[in-house]
Nanobody
């Protein structure tokens, strides 16, 4: 049984940093991604990373502030979030897919975590 568990969310002041982690057990995947969903808004792509390529796409809204990384096994992925803004407040979800292409489309991901809340106070 595949499990994906996010951690690292919390309350932080604007300008602060948080590091999210997502650990997968049961099997490994070739592409991992982070999405987020704010209240009343659609879930949106944040960043993705693959096992093979060095291509790591980011949403324009987080470029230069967020960094996605992974361990060598791809079992754990991280999202380092710096210079956080109030508009970054959301539930953050990790996602996984077998393909090595880091698509930003939700429907391309087969497995999801339960989400971790990030709240940025202004």
């Amino acid at each position: 049984q595949v499990q994906m568990v996010e951690s690292g969310g919390g309350l932080v002041q604007a300008g602060g940093s948080l590091r999210l982690s997502c650990t997968t057990s049961g099997r490994s995947f070739n592409t991992r991604a982070w999405f987020r969903q704010a209240p009343g808004k659609d879930r949106e792509f944040v960043a993705a990373i693959t096992r093979i390529t060095s291509y790591t796409p980011y949403a324009d809204s987080v470029k230069g502030r967020f960094t996605i990384s992974r361990d060598n096994t791809m079992n754990t992925v991280y999202l380092q979030m710096n210079d956080l803004k109030a508009e970054d407040s959301a539930v953050y979800y990790c996602a996984a897919r077998d393909s090595n292409w880091p698509t930003p489309r939700q429907s391309d991901y087969s497995n999801w975590g339960q989400g971790t809340q990030v709240t940025v106070s202004s």
